[in-house]
């Protein structure tokens, strides 16, 4: 089983930007889609973003305006871009992708996925 590896996450203020990155080392990132979770302290894993082996990007509703998710086939790498961060942002970060061929992608399933990260920290704070 191949899994992805996220990396890109650390202590950071309220208000700053950063960017997190998913590599999938022995397949190729384009070729499936890909999506990017978070799970905070005591709660459920939630959806963030979520991007079709076609190109196309989702957001979950509550998610849009402060994220924003990118893929760079050449480098195949998936990005999470968040800016203006909150405390409330503070969580694991975790990158999947989905091997079925199946269309379209998921922010509210994590079934969907088939290989997932290990997690990168994302702590906010002053």
Same mark, same amino acid.
């Given at each position: $089983?191949?899994?992805?590896?996220?990396?890109?996450?650390?202590?950071?203020?309220?208000?700053?930007?950063?960017?997190?990155?998913?590599?999938?080392?022995?397949?190729?990132?384009?070729?499936?889609? &890909?999506?990017?979770?978070? $799970?905070?302290?005591?709660?459920?894993? %939630?959806? *963030?973003?979520? *991007?079709? !082996?076609?190109? @196309? @990007?989702?957001?979950? !509703?509550?998610?849009?305006?402060?994220? &924003?998710?990118?893929?760079?086939?050449?480098?195949?790498?998936? =990005?999470?871009? *968040? *800016?203006?961060?909150?405390? %409330?942002?503070?969580?694991?970060?975790?990158?999947?992708?989905?091997?079925?061929?199946?269309?379209?992608?998921?922010?509210? =399933?994590?079934? !969907?996925?088939?290989?997932?990260? $290990?997690?990168? $920290?994302? @702590?906010?704070?002053?």
């Amino acid at each position: $089983q191949v899994q992805v590896v996220e990396s890109g996450g650390g202590l950071v203020h309220p208000g700053d930007s950063l960017r997190l990155s998913c590599v999938a080392p022995g397949f190729t990132l384009k070729s499936r889609a &890909a999506g990017w979770f978070r $799970q905070a302290p005591g709660k459920e894993r %939630e959806g *963030i973003s979520c *991007i079709t !082996n076609d190109g @196309t @990007t989702y957001y979950k !509703n509550s998610m849009k305006g402060r994220f &924003a998710l990118s893929r760079d086939s050449a480098k195949n790498m998936v =990005y999470l871009d *968040i *800016i203006n961060v909150k405390p %409330e942002d503070t969580a694991s970060y975790y990158c999947a992708t989905d091997s079925s061929g199946a269309p379209g992608c998921s922010v509210y =399933y994590t079934s !969907n996925y088939d290989s997932w990260g $290990q997690g990168t $920290q994302v @702590t906010v704070s002053s």
